[in-house]
């Protein structure tokens, strides 16, 4: 069994310095933490794997497609492979637990 505490991965987030952390991969499944600050861009491009977020906390949009919405706390966002998309006016801190299936870059 692998099991995690949020606040474990947000500190090992943090302290990576990098917006994202995986911090599980197994071939059908991948997750992560990804963590954007209040007015900050997200660099992200499509992906050729399905993926969910969950929102912990903070507030922004999210686009996909040609779709806005707005995400906050308990907010979940499906995006299907190869599908643009982005967060983009950040107005609190954004850290989302990210869930791939299958893994992350397990389709290139």
């Known amino acids: ?3 995690f505490e949020l606040a474990d991965l947000i500190s090992k ?12 991969k197994v071939p059908d499944l991948s997750m992560g933490m ?3 600050p209040a007015g900050g861009t ?7 794997e399905d993926e969910v977020y ?7 949009q ?3 497609a040609d779709e806005d919405r707005a995400v906050q706390a308990g907010s979940v966002v499906y995006v299907a492979k ?3 998309h982005r967060f983009h ?3 609190e801190q954004l850290a989302v637990l990210v869930f791939f299936a299958p893994a992350e870059y397990s389709n290139k």
């Open 42 to 48: 997200d660099p992200q491009s499509p992906h050729t």
């Open 34 to 36: 990804y963590v954007l």
């Open 1 to 3: 069994m692998q099991a």
């Open 62 to 64: 999210i686009k996909v």
């Open 54 to 60: 969950y929102v912990v906390n903070g507030k922004a």
């Open 13 to 24: 987030q943090t302290n990576s310095s990098k917006l994202y952390l995986e911090f599980l």
């Open 89 to 91: 006016s950040i107005e």
């Open 82 to 84: 190869n599908v643009e």
